[in-house]
């Protein structure tokens, strides 16, 4: 399966004399916090997503993301702008495909675009703290929770909310993330 990922790395752009590494290969689950993701990584992680995903997506001959880190500003701005509620999150999502995915008896030669991922890092950071692992781990999750939501997934209610959650850890464990998450309902 061919997989298209326009990484934009805007917030480590912004940041080049930081302490952050350039390079991300080693022990996902180490107590490092600030360690930059690779392109190549991402795209390794997206492809086995994809796979995992693959009864959940139109046929295609590939598929296109967009993947954007950047930070708290950017992404309260954008979630003002397309959510109405001024502040900053952790990750949005903006699908391409909002209806049914289209059934045509022609498959085009180009892949399909599935939409875009925006993640801020400075919130992953904070709940890789919280959280009690490093900043890769979070990334990877939250980048689990939008590609979930391109391919419709959504959690309207607990059930939903845990059906997902069960399913990014999932896709976490395919790229030898462990991740440990409570799934109680309340």
Same mark, same amino acid.
Request: zero cysteines; glycine letters at 4%; aromatic letters at 10%.
């Given at each position: 399966?061919?997989?298209?990922?326009?990484?934009?790395?805007? =917030?480590?752009? #912004?940041? @080049?004399?930081?302490?952050?590494?350039?390079? =991300?290969?080693?022990?996902?689950?180490?107590?490092?916090?600030?360690? %930059?993701?690779? +392109?190549?990584?991402?795209?390794?992680? =997206? #492809?086995?997503?994809?796979?995992?995903?693959? @009864?959940?997506?139109?046929?295609?001959? *590939?598929?296109?993301? *967009?993947? %954007?880190?950047?930070?708290?500003?950017?992404?309260?701005?954008?979630?003002?702008?397309? %959510?109405?509620?001024? !502040?900053?999150?952790?990750?949005? +999502?903006? +699908?391409? /495909?909002?209806?049914? =995915?289209?059934?045509?008896?022609?498959?085009?030669?180009? @892949?399909?675009?599935? *939409?875009?991922? &925006?993640? #801020? &890092?400075?919130?992953?950071?904070?709940?890789?703290?919280?959280?009690?692992?490093?900043? @890769?781990?979070?990334?990877?999750?939250?980048?689990?929770?939008?590609? /979930?939501?391109?391919?419709?997934?959504?959690?309207?209610?607990?059930?939903?909310?845990?059906?997902? /959650? !069960?399913?990014? &850890?999932?896709?976490?464990?395919?790229?030898?993330?462990?991740?440990?998450?409570?799934?109680?309902? #309340?």
């Amino acid at each position: 399966m061919q997989v298209e990922l326009d990484v934009q790395d805007l =917030f480590y752009e #912004s940041f @080049p004399s930081s302490n952050f590494s350039t390079n =991300f290969s080693t022990n996902l689950n180490s107590g490092d916090t600030d360690v %930059r993701v690779a +392109a190549a990584t991402w795209e390794n992680w =997206f #492809s086995r997503w994809l796979e995992v995903l693959q @009864p959940h997506l139109p046929p295609a001959p *590939g598929y296109e993301i *967009g993947l %954007r880190l950047t930070d708290d500003t950017e992404i309260q701005s954008l979630n003002a702008q397309y %959510r109405h509620q001024d !502040k900053p999150t952790d990750v949005l +999502a903006f +699908a391409a /495909l909002e209806v049914d =995915f289209p059934q045509s008896p022609e498959m085009s030669a180009d @892949p399909l675009y599935l *939409g875009d991922i &925006v993640i #801020s &890092v400075n919130t992953a950071q904070r709940q890789a703290q919280q959280q009690g692992h490093n900043l @890769p781990t979070e990334l990877a999750w939250l980048a689990t929770h939008g590609i /979930l939501h391109l391919l419709g997934w959504d959690h309207p209610d607990e059930e939903s909310l845990i059906e997902m /959650l !069960k399913q990014q &850890v999932i896709l976490l464990e395919t790229t030898g993330i462990a991740i440990d998450i409570e799934y109680e309902m #309340s």
